[in-house]
C-alpha cells in the first residue's frame, strides 16, 4: 500500500506529483478588524507547504520594500499529530512586504513534513509580529494521472556543482526526464543572502531553456539523438536545489538505455560593484572573468512600441542598453550578464537571439546618467555533465 502511496507520474505544466496520498486545501479566509488573513495548505511529495498572507496590516513601508516578521507556525493534523517543520524551499519565508503602490502585507511561507493521506483537516497556529492566530483548515485527497515515473539515480559533479537523474516517464509519444542540480558549495542550511554563489540555469543564461541553442540532446543506445521540446517544466525543491523535467519525443520501443548531456549552468556569484561609463566600451573584470561591456543610450526600449508599450512605464522612455562579451572565448567561466543596481526602482528586460549576447535595458529617466553600477556577474560554468541511464518500458498515454 505504501508503494502506491508513493506512486509518482508526470502531469504537464506541473512536474512528477504524487498519484495518491497528495492533499489540497482551498483558500480559508479570517477576517478580523481591518486585517483579513488568508491561508492554504498542499501535501504532495516533497512535504507539506503553507501559504499565509494578511492584508490590512498597521504597519509602514517604503515603496518596494519588505522587513523580516518572525512568525513562529505550529501545525497539527486532525489526529493529534504534530508536524516537524523543515528547511523552507521559499526564499521569502516571513515578511512585511509593500509592492508597487499597494498597502503593506504580511506573507509567510513554510514547509513541513508530508501529511498522512487520511488527514482530512490540519489546525494551523500562528503568533510573532504578526499577532496570535488559529485556524482550521479542511483539506481533500488530490488523484492524479499520467505516465508513471520510474526512479532511476545517475549523478555527475563539475567545478562542485552536482546534476543528477531522479525520474523517467515514458510512453510512445513522450519521454520526460527530472533532473536536479545542486551547488555543493552551498549547504541547504545556508539562506541565499548568505551564498557566495547560487544556482540560475541549467544549460541558459535564464531562467528556462527556451532558444535552440539551449535545448538538451538525449542520445539513446539505438544511435538515435533526440532534441529536446521548448520550455521544460520548472518544479520547486529542497532550498539551494534547481529541479525541472525536461521533455523529448516518445524513443523508439528498442531503446532500452540513454545517455544526457548537459553543456553548461549558470550562476550567480557575489562581488563588488563596478561602475561603467555611459555611453562607452569598457574591459572589466568580475569573479576573475574579464569581459567588455558597451553601453548606449535609446529613446526607448525594444519591448516598446507606440502600438504596444511596456507595462514597465520606464521602458516606454530613455533607457540605457547594455551589453556584456566575454574577452576570451576559450577561457572555460565566462561572465555573460550582471545585475544593474540602477534597475532595483525602475525595472529591467533582458533579450537574446539566436547565439547573441544578452541585451539588458534599463530606464534611464533623465536620459543622460553618466554610468551604471554593476553587481552580481552571471558566470557561465562549462561541463559536459553526462549521465547514463536505463530507460522504463514505454507506457501507453
Known sequence: MSEERDKLVFVPQVGFRLAHGGLQSENVVVERGRE????????????TDVRITIGG????LDFRQ?????APLRLTDDRGRVLEERISRFLMQSTYYRLMEGPTQFQRYATFDRLGPDVRSAELEMSGDAGEWRVNIPLAPVTREGPRGLPTDTSAVVDDIELGITLVARTATLTAIELYVFDRRRPETMPI??????LEGVSTFQHTRGLGQDLLMLRDNTGAHHLERPHPV???ARRGRRREVALFEGLPAAATSASFEVPYVAIRERSDELKVPVPGETEITMSGCRARVTTSRVTRSTDSTDARPSPIDGLNGPCTRVVIVPLDDETERQLVMA????????GMTISRSHAEAPVIEIPDPSGDSPFITLKMPLIRVPGPWRLEFALPVTTRT
Open 339 to 346: 545585475g544593474i543596481m540602477e534597475s532595483n526602482d525602475r
Open 57 to 60: 496590516v498597521p504597519v509602514e
Open 193 to 198: 543572502d548568505q551564498a557566495p554563489r547560487w
Open 36 to 47: 483579513t488573513l488568508t491561508a492554504g495548505i498542499t501535501s504532495d511529495r516533497d512535504g
Open 234 to 236: 520548472q518544479d520547486q
Open 66 to 70: 519588505s522587513r523580516p516578521a518572525p
